[in-house]
């Protein structure tokens, strides 16, 4: 098992980005818009990554609205705060569409031979700059239900759910990629609002993955809760039993930067107890981590290979032209009314 999430330049793999596939502390991939011009060559691209390392997990950000990193030749996935207001608040039939959408961003994925969307969001809509209507509400029940369906329309599909950002980012204003961020707020009005979506799904074991804020909860530790053993270890594994994989949020964001550079980046968030970490936008820094970190000796916690597509699961989703046809449409019904 390994510990390293990289990302690549473009549109192909270079030798460079080959050779470093190939080294055994390197787990996976994640894909971004630059990887992509179009759906054959992004599958072209994904088949020359599978000839280096069959067994690497591949991963996108690909929620819906804003945050999509594919478009042309994929369906328009709409914001999912957008899925209820569509409804006219019957949370019934948002739940329903919301399960629809999951398993159309899902099979198309998966189509790909791409293994994971870091998906769902389960912050609770407040105050976040970057958060907004990538939240399915302002409301924890609301966000655990519609969250629920969509796990069950990824997992329809053969995906499995990766619940972010925890213990919750959407009480927090500043953007995390561009600041350092801090949420000075009481453990009661963490724990029994932002955590909510996130001890109710753990709870039903259907989140298999998770990724930590990188946000500091001051009244409760020092560190950013990536970097927390407080946050990972004693409230994510010990108190919720979370027993799936953590992945640290990308080591290259400014609010990152609290525990210096690289190589204190990535000891601090496994010694936490993050199980794969991610460095994207900085080739270098894969660089430096490969060259000079001492990984640890022993194997992750959780081995991130659990998360690898359901291959049976996938096929018969494949079959489901129908479901996929009606989703399209539902998908393209929600965007248009909520432009």
């Known amino acids: 098992m390994s510990y390293l999430m990289m990302d690549l330049a473009g549109h192909s793999v270079s030798e460079e980005e080959a050779s470093l596939l ?181 709870g039903k074991k259907l989140l298999n993955g998770v990724m930590p804020a990188h946000v500091v909860y001051s009244q409760l530790d020092p560190n950013p809760a990536g970097f927390s053993s407080f946050w990972l270890q004693k409230v994510l594994r010990q108190e919720l039993e979370f027993d799936g994989v953590i992945f640290s949020d990308d080591l290259g964001m400014k609010g990152a930067s609290f525990e210096g550079d690289y190589l204190g980046r990535a000891k601090a968030a496994l010694t936490a107890g993050c199980d794969m970490i991610l460095v994207c936008n900085d080739p270098e820094g894969v660089n430096t981590l490969l060259a000079n970190f001492e990984w640890p000796q022993t194997p992750p916690s959780v081995n991130a290979t659990k998360l690898k597509a359901n291959k049976e699961q996938v096929m018969s989703a494949l079959g489901c032209e129908e479901r996929w046809q009606k989703a399209q449409q539902l998908a393209n019904q929600i965007t248009h009314s909520q432009a």
């Open 22 to 202: 190939s080294h055994p502390q390197v787990g996976g991939i994640i894909l971004f818009t630059r990887n992509f011009s179009n759906k054959t060559q992004l599958i072209d691209l994904i088949k020359s990554v599978r000839q280096i390392r069959p067994e690497l997990l591949i991963a996108v950000d690909h929620e819906g609205g804003r945050v999509q990193r594919f478009r042309e030749g994929f369906s328009l996935i709409p914001a999912m705060g957008d899925i209820l207001p569509a409804a006219a608040g019957d949370i019934t039939l948002a739940q329903s569409w919301s399960k629809e959408l999951g398993f159309l961003m899902a099979v198309e994925l998966l189509a790909c031979d791409i293994d994971l969307s870091f998906a769902p969001v389960l912050d609770v809509n407040g105050i976040s700059d970057v958060i907004g209507k990538r939240s399915f509400s302002a409301e924890p029940s609301q966000v655990s239900a519609l969250a629920e369906s969509f796990i069950e329309g990824m997992n329809e599909a053969g995906m499995a759910a990766v619940g972010k950002h925890f213990p919750g980012h959407g009480s927090v204003k500043a953007d995390t990629h561009v600041a350092m961020a801090e949420d000075n707020r009481s453990q009661a009005q963490i724990f029994e609002h932002d955590m909510v979506p996130f001890k109710q799904l753990i």
